[in-house]
């Protein structure tokens, strides 16, 4: 190579290098920046706020294991109050999902329960009304077995007073019979 190559290859390198630190500079900025607005830390966000491509913070181990620290962290106060860490924002979720569960859990019991306790007011209820109505029927019942029964002593009496009838009548047809053949020679016909 000649001394104007490795100058120039040098001069680039060192351009380079500069670059290179410019981007770490700006990605350690965003990242301390997004630490204290207490924001979600993401290597995609963080690439985007600084400026530069993602694959930047892949390359360079040191500055993808500040953003993982970062995402476990908590979150650094502002002068606006204390901020909350995504992990602190997931346990409130998670809790907040388990109180929902025991609330739907305990309303599904009382739902049960006010459930039996109507069903029992409505069989006492209609218990009462079919006690009302057995006694309504049992005497209607009564009424009808009353009327039954001398509706059949009516119809004895009849049957006895139809029987008188049919032997009154035998009797006065036997007597019609002898009275009418001792007056007439029966006719031969």
Same mark, same amino acid.
């Given at each position: ?23 770490? #500079? ?22 985007? #706020? ?13 500055? *993808? ?7 476990? @962290? ?12 995504? @992990?602190?924002?997931? @346990? ?19 739902? +049960? +329960? ?40 009516? *119809? ?6 139809? #029987? ?26």
């Amino acid at each position: 190579m000649t001394p104007t190559g490795s100058v120039r290859t040098a001069a680039m390198t060192a351009g380079r290098q500069a670059d290179s630190e410019r981007r770490r #500079q700006r990605v350690l900025e965003a990242l301390q920046q997004a630490r204290q607005r207490g924001e979600e830390i993401t290597a995609s966000a963080l690439a985007r #706020q600084a400026r530069v491509d993602r694959t930047f913070l892949y390359r360079h181990r040191d500055l *993808l294991e500040a953003v993982h620290a970062a995402q476990q @962290a908590p979150a650094t106060t502002s002068g606006t109050g204390p901020r909350v860490s995504p @992990a602190s924002l997931r @346990a409130d979720l998670i809790n907040a999902q388990d109180r929902a569960a025991r609330l739907n859990r305990r309303v599904n019991q009382l739902e +049960k +329960k006010l459930s039996e306790a109507l069903g029992q007011q409505v069989w006492r209820a209609a218990d009462e009304e079919a006690h009302d109505d057995v006694g309504t029927l049992q005497r209607h019942v009564a009424a009808l077995q009353q009327e039954c029964a001398d509706i059949h002593l009516r *119809l004895d009496e009849r049957d006895e007073e139809l #029987q008188v009838a049919r032997t009154t009548n035998r009797e006065l047809m036997a007597q019609l019979n002898r009275a009418s053949g001792s007056s007439t020679p029966p006719s031969a016909g």
